[in-house]
């Protein structure tokens, strides 16, 4: 099993960009397609962005798309999600996850997670 460590969270200005980074160990990260899932206080985790093992297939939830970029190294075990434009809705807790095979919209297909990391954007 992939183990999942999130990075680069904080507090930032509406408008501004963070990037998320997260480090992945385990034998089976390059065969996994990964993605970025997030939690905003009193609602259901939501879909943010996935990409394929390859990394030439990339997903993005309507309410990132254009705004967020998703990418991965798998020679150093990385997953990043570059985030610009950002605004008050996309506080949240956001988390890694990784699965077998194809990349899904799917929230519950993702049965590996990271522990979260938490982005605040002030408006």
């Known amino acids: 099993q992939v183990q999942l460590v999130e990075s680069g969270g904080g507090l930032v200005q509406a408008g501004g960009s963070l990037r998320l980074s997260c480090a992945a160990s385990?034998?089976?990260?390059?065969?996994?397609?990964m993605g970025w899932l997030r939690q905003a206080p009193g609602k259901e985790r939501e879909f943010v962005a996935a990409?394929?093992?390859?990394?030439?297939?990339?997903y993005y939830a309507d309410s990132v798309k254009g705004r967020f970029t998703i990418s991965r190294d798998n020679a150093k075990n990385m997953v990043t999600l570059r985030m610009n434009s950002l605004n008050a809705e996309d506080t949240a807790v956001y988390y890694c996850?990784?699965?077998?095979?194809?990349?899904?919209?799917?929230?519950?297909?993702?049965?590996?997670r990271g522990q979260g990391t938490q982005v605040t954007v002030s408006s």
């Open positions: 385990g034998r089976t990260f390059k065969l996994s397609a």
């Open positions: 990409i394929s093992w390859s990394g030439f297939s990339t």
């Open positions: 996850a990784a699965k077998s095979g194809a990349p899904s919209y799917n929230i519950d297909d993702y049965n590996n």
